[in-house]
């Protein structure tokens, strides 16, 4: 359903607003590796209430959607961008309800310290062990009611009892694809 959409609209057209976003890779304090997702706060829009990674629109200082994502990441979560390794640009993902194009980025977070949540934007830390991601059983499809869409089968993830889908859901199957092939 995605694709065909996708097809029929020229999103060029639509002058979607630009954004980045920040997969986080960290070892915590047993040395387990761990993927960093936050829970948005609930508010009056598209993404209220949703999981996804610390990321935003860019703003007019930012030079760079990388840059973006690691301003957004260190105003989000308080991870200062020069502790950030990135080691991989993700493909870019069109957003329709928002009409943002998002550009993710891996980052690994080598020596972390503690996370401090911008509160006016972040209800939790979402903290995914490594193998919780990896494992396949954790992907699923669940029915959902979208702006675009009603009831329509969606690939997601169940991670930390949270359904993940939508664009997190598609950045999070790039990474899991990228990672299958080197370990």
Do not use: C
């Amino acid at each position: 359903m995605r694709v065909q959409w996708l097809k029929e609209h020229d999103i060029q057209k639509r002058n979607p607003k630009k954004a980045g976003v920040m997969a986080l890779f960290y070892p915590d304090l047993e040395q387990q590796t761990k993927l960093l997702l936050i829970l948005r706060k609930a508010y009056e829009g598209v993404h209220s209430n949703q999981i996804g990674f610390p990321g935003g629109k860019v703003e007019l200082q930012d030079n760079g959607l990388l840059e973006t994502a690691l301003r957004e990441t260190h105003e989000e979560v308080g991870v200062h961008p020069e502790a950030v390794e990135v080691v991989k640009e993700l493909s870019e993902l069109y957003i329709p309800p928002s009409n943002f194009m998002v550009k993710p980025f891996v980052g690994l977070y080598q020596n972390p310290r503690p996370f401090v949540v911008q509160e006016s934007e972040v209800e939790a830390l979402v903290e995914v062990h490594l193998y919780d991601f990896m494992d396949s059983s954790n992907r699923i499809e669940e029915t959902l009611s979208t702006s675009y869409a009603k009831s329509i089968d969606v690939p997601a993830y169940k991670l930390n009892g949270y359904t993940v889908w939508g664009a997190t859901a598609m950045m999070l199957s790039e990474i899991q694809d990228l990672l299958e092939q080197v370990l």
